[in-house]
Every structure is written in structure tokens, then in C-alpha cells.
């Protein structure tokens, strides 16, 4: 938990929060989170190995086009779901009191 509020504060020093954006403070959260905690679990790498191993042959530059959409969709997907939880763990959170 240590490690995981040094690289909070850390973040919030080098990229002040936009608070204009709801999401801003989740989305602060879940770039510290991803920092301290990489989701590279073998199952993914797995794929990715897989993924490369499908574009056997093919041009770099032209892999390039292929991973690189495909990293950002991977990313989004896994920001959207810790944003989700959060949101999920505060109204459960709520619901108890």
C-alpha cells in the first residue's frame, strides 16, 4: 500500500489533476495503480505471443498499425473496468451505511 501512495503522489505531483473532468481523480487513481500493478499476467502475454506469432511475415510497419490500436483498446478496456469498480465499490460502500 506504501508503494501504491508514493507513486500516487508522485503522479499528482508531475500531472496536477484536471478537476474539470469527473474523471479526472479515477482516472489519477488508475494510472497509479497501473504503475505499481502491471496487468502482464501470462495469460496475456500468451496472446500477445500469439498475436505476433498470427503476423509472421508481415512488415513491421504494417504491425505497427495492427498492435498499436489494439494496445490502446486493451488499456481503455482495463481503465474503464478499475473506473467502473471504484465506482461500484463507493455505491456499495454507500448502500452499507
Given at each position: 500500500?506504501?508503494?501504491?501512495?508514493?507513486?500516487?503522489?508522485?503522479?499528482?505531483?508531475?500531472?496536477?489533476?484536471d478537476?474539470?473532468d469527473?474523471?479526472?481523480?479515477?482516472s489519477?487513481?488508475?494510472?497509479?495503480?497501473?504503475?505499481?500493478?502491471p496487468?502482464?499476467?501470462?495469460?496475456?502475454?500468451?496472446?500477445?505471443?500469439?498475436?505476433?506469432?498470427?503476423?509472421?511475415?508481415?512488415?513491421?510497419?504494417?504491425m505497427?498499425?495492427i498492435?498499436?490500436?489494439?494496445?490502446?483498446?486493451?488499456?481503455e478496456h482495463?481503465?474503464s473496468?478499475?473506473?467502473?469498480?471504484?465506482?461500484?465499490?463507493?455505491?456499495?460502500?454507500?448502500?452499507?451505511?
Amino acid at each position: 500500500m506504501k508503494d501504491y501512495l508514493t507513486v500516487l503522489r508522485d503522479h499528482i505531483h508531475t500531472h496536477p489533476p484536471d478537476l474539470v473532468d469527473t474523471d479526472s481523480v479515477l482516472s489519477l487513481l488508475y494510472e497509479a495503480y497501473s504503475e505499481i500493478d502491471p496487468m502482464e499476467d501470462d495469460q496475456i502475454k500468451a496472446g500477445f505471443h500469439e498475436l505476433y506469432q498470427l503476423m509472421n511475415g508481415v512488415p513491421l510497419e504494417k504491425m505497427d498499425e495492427i498492435i498499436n490500436p489494439v494496445c490502446f483498446l486493451c488499456r481503455e478496456h482495463e481503465r474503464s473496468g478499475f473506473v467502473h469498480g471504484v465506482q461500484i465499490g463507493i455505491r456499495l460502500a454507500e448502500e452499507l451505511k
